[in-house]
């Protein structure tokens, strides 16, 4: 240690009260029934009952035909209380045990659900980073590893009889507006980012390591997941305008081209089991009909009718009434079947009737082993995003300190204070009350302590009382006097100051990135139970920074451009209202830091090949050309301006390879951002859309090959006014990057 090193260190201490996911519950363990599987001739036998009468528990049946049986098996009102999350008490004359449906694991698994309990046989759990900041990972393999760990810790609470084995998560609606208070749980605002983090989570916490079924309704589960939640809801609690009655009018064209495009990669590559259209949110019947108003409802016709509609099972009790609707002739008993039958596909599928012999010994030694703990350091330490480093303040030398020690919460807990303190003599001053920071009381003694520090370090930000489930924001501003904190300690430092923020969603932090006496400034997000060290790793050098952001970061003034409630993503001129457009793919104008943005330690150079690229597909005459909306005083010279997606057979592949050269001194994590332009003359495309990235780990003075292998049709389409994907002929643009490099696509049709 020297002494003479003073690291100081400004903390808003209830920030980091937000990196908790998951709370402890410390009585209840022996009321928990524990049970490996449900078809187990001993467990029946323990009942009084005989297996071998009961054909679903017959292992040589198919899942249809076991599932068919079982719900045969049942009365009129069994049925509908099987259908509930909580209504699901179980059959005792058929061995049936009560289930509860619902649980969550967003970040890692919790108790949010009513299925999941912590006790003091199992306190807690590993916490992650929350989902913004590891989308800012842009590593794929990243998410499916969260994926798999997290089914596994979920997994081992189900063999202890502590949990169930269906989870509600991921959340991948499209983040449209910068206030939302859910960004947290998030992928962010790009839809293609959005579905591929959704594909390999879900990916991750369903598939079985080595399985390799092929019929897609009876492969094994390792827990399911539910790719939530319906589309187009991104409003919590808007001025007055609340989630539960709001009208989300929404365009085909957006829906097609954002909204559900996430869903979409979710169904079709992730194969996930279940999604929020199937699967109720909870309560939805109840506000479909007290807060919607929809159609003037009575609970018992609304809840008829989302049964038509598809959805088989509600978190709710609104179920219940469904026997009696059968008898009025509203709905068929066999639409109740059939939805039961689905569900109890899923559950056999998961093994709750047989047992997944792989999975079997999963136990407590498999929650928060230190192999978990360190993919929690790792995902924040990818995440970290470094937005600003000026004459590379950042790294500070490591060789003037010692190592960091850890302490912990929720399986362990690492706060910067305690990160901090491991490399140097920290002078710790709180700097504001809380995160709301309501007044100036506690600057003065932070201006002192940084006079006196060779370094100071600044976190900042917002935590769960200002963004969260059913809070949106106001503005896009650091609460209270924060910004003033920053401002008087950045003038006193005697040293470099590193500004450190926590949210997920962006502060207009201009003032900042202007100021010169701030060196540098990092993003950090919500960065879980491992939070403190791994800013720390990056803070030192131990780490070099390669996170990119997942948002835009608009300047304060673009919500009062437009309410939050304008659900249209391209800009708006209607004369009443002129409204810019959403996120990086429709706002052309200025940003503090624009999406996918993000520093290195390193600087890296990119060199493409072919450096120009045609492709010819060639119609048959069922195949039929349409025309394209242009921009005034813009022609087409292609006799065939577009083909509907529908009717292509798109297997044509647009290959290219990426040459990412570190012309640094330090090795370096890069992301290779692949976005698409569509022909210049067509009118209404996005300003580019996001189609492929790669995280890359390059050495210093070292080169990688990045491959990509473009779909045409899922990579070069746009959707039109009304809702079609289309492929158009023309010169299209691949950018990569900041639009460092670009390579001409030349599409044509020839009959
Ligand atoms: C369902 O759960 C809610 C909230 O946990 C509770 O108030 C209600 O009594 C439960 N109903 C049944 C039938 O278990
Ligand atoms: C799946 O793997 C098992 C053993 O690992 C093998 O016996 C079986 O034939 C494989 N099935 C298919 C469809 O490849
Ligand atoms: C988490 O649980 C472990 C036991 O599994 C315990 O040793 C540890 O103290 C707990 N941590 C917290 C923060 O409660
Ligand atoms: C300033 O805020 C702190 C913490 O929020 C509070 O305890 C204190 O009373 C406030 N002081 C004044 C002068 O309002
Ligand atoms: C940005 O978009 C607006 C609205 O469509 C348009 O009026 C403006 O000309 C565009 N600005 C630039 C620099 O392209
Ligand atoms: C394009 O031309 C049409 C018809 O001449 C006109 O109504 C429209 O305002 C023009 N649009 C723009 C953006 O100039
Ligand atoms: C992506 O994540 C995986 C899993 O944590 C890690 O092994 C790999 O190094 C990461 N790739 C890059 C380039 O950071
Ligand atoms: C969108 O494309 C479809 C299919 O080609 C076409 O029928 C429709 O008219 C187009 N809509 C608009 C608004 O151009």
Redesign the pocket.
């Known amino acids: 240690m020297a002494p003479h090193k003073t690291l100081f260190v400004v903390l808003l201490s209830s920030i980091l009260l937000s990196l908790v996911s998951s709370s402890p519950v410390s009585s209840g363990e022996d009321s928990i029934p524990k049970y490996v599987y449900v078809c187990d001739a001993s467990r029946y036998k323990h009942l009084g009952l005989d297996m071998a009468n009961f054909a679903f528990c017959d292992k040589s049946l198919p899942y249809e035909v076991r599932a068919k049986d079982l719900v045969d098996s049942m009365t009129l009102i069994e049925k509908a209380e099987q259908m509930g999350d909580n209504t699901s008490l179980g059959i005792p004359r058929l061995g049936l045990p009560r289930y509860r449906w619902w649980s969550e694991a967003l970040h890692g698994i919790s108790d949010f659900g009513q299925s999941l309990k912590f006790d003091s046989v199992v306190p807690n759990a590993t916490s992650f980073p929350t989902v913004i900041l590891s989308a800012a990972t842009f590593n794929q393999t990243l998410w499916k590893t969260l994926g798999q760990v997290v089914s596994t810790e979920a997994r081992a609470m189900y063999n202890l009889g502590r949990s169930g084995l269906t989870f509600w998560s991921p959340n991948i609606n499209v983040v449209r507006d910068p206030r939302w208070g859910r960004t947290l749980e998030t992928p962010g605002e790009d839809p293609f980012l959005a579905g591929t983090y959704a594909v390999n989570y879900v990916r991750g916490l369903q598939d079985i390591e080595g399985d390799n079924s092929t019929d897609l309704n009876s492969r094994p589960l390792k827990v399911s997941a539910c790719c939530k939640h319906l589309t187009a809801y991104d409003i919590d609690n808007y001025q007055g305008v609340s989630r539960t009655s709001y009208n989300a009018k929404t365009m085909e064209q957006d829906m097609v081209e954002t909204f559900n495009k996430p869903f979409e990669m979710c169904v079709k590559e992730g194969d996930v089991s279940s999604v929020m259209y199937i699967v109720s949110d909870c309560d939805s019947i109840h506000e479909i009909v007290h807060s919607h108003h929809w159609l003037d409802d009575t609970l018992k016709d609304a809840s008829a009718q989302v049964l038509q509609a598809g959805m088989d099972l509600d978190c709710g009790v609104s179920y219940l009434s469904l026997p009696n609707s059968v008898k009025q002739g509203k709905v068929k008993e066999s639409d109740i079947d059939q939805a039961l039958k689905n569900l109890y596909i899923v559950l056999m599928r998961l093994g709750y009737f047989d047992g997944i012999p792989s999975l079997a010994s999963l136990d407590k030694n498999n929650i928060c082993p230190e192999e978990h703990i360190e993919l929690a350091a790792e995902a924040a330490r990818q995440g970290i995003v470094l937005l600003k480093n000026e004459k590379q303040t950042l790294p500070l030398d490591p060789s003037k300190f010692q190592h960091l020690a850890l302490i912990g919460i929720p399986c362990q807990y690492s706060s910067p204070l305690d990160a901090f303190s491991a490399f140097g003599q920290v002078t710790y001053e709180i700097g504001?009350?809380?995160v709301?920071?309501?007044?100036?009381?506690?600057i003065f003694r932070a201006t002192k302590a940084a006079k006196n520090a060779d370094a100071t370090l600044l976190f900042v930000g917002l935590n769960l009382d200002v963004e969260a489930e059913s809070l949106d924001r106001n503005d896009l501003l650091l609460p209270g006097y924060q910004t003033q904190l920053i401002k008087a300690v950045a003038e006193a430092s005697k040293g470099p100051v590193i500004l450190v923020i926590m949210s997920a969603g962006e502060v207009d932090v201009s003032f900042a990135k202007h100021n010169p006496k701030i060196n540098s400034i990092l993003w950090v997000g919500y960065p879980g139970q491992e939070g403190g060290r791994a800013i720390a790793d990056v803070v030192f050098g131990k780490y070099n920074p390669g996170g990119r952001l997942p948002l835009t970061w608009y300047g304060y003034d673009y919500i009062q451009k437009l309410p939050m409630t304008s659900m249209t993503f391209r800009p708006v001129d209607n004369g009443d209202e002129v409204y810019p457009g959403r996120t990086y793919r429709f706002y052309n104008g200025s940003t503090v830091y624009p999406f996918g943005y993000g520093l290195s330690y390193t600087n890296f150079k990119y060199e493409a090949n072919p450096k120009e690229i045609s492709l010819d597909i060639k119609l048959n005459r069922f195949q039929h050309c349409h025309e394209l909306t242009l921009k005034n005083e813009t022609k087409t010279d292609q006799p065939c301006p577009s083909v509907s997606v529908d009717d292509l057979t798109c297997d044509d592949q647009v290959a290219f390879e990426v040459d990412v050269h570190n012309v640094g001194e330090r090795d370096g994590n890069d992301v290779v951002l692949v976005y698409t332009v569509a022909p210049k003359e067509i009118d209404g495309t996005p300003i580019k859309q996001l189609v492929g990235f790669e995280r890359v780990f390059v050495a210093a003075k070292g080169s990688k090959k990045v491959k990509f292998a473009l779909n045409a049709c899922k990579s070069f389409n746009i959707v039109n006014f009304s809702g079609y994907k289309l492929l158009p002929s023309g010169l299209h643009r691949i950018v990569i990057g900041d639009n460092a490099i670009s390579i001409p696509v030349q599409v044509s049709y020839k009959r």
């Open positions: 504001c009350g809380d709301k920071c309501k007044n100036d009381s506690l």
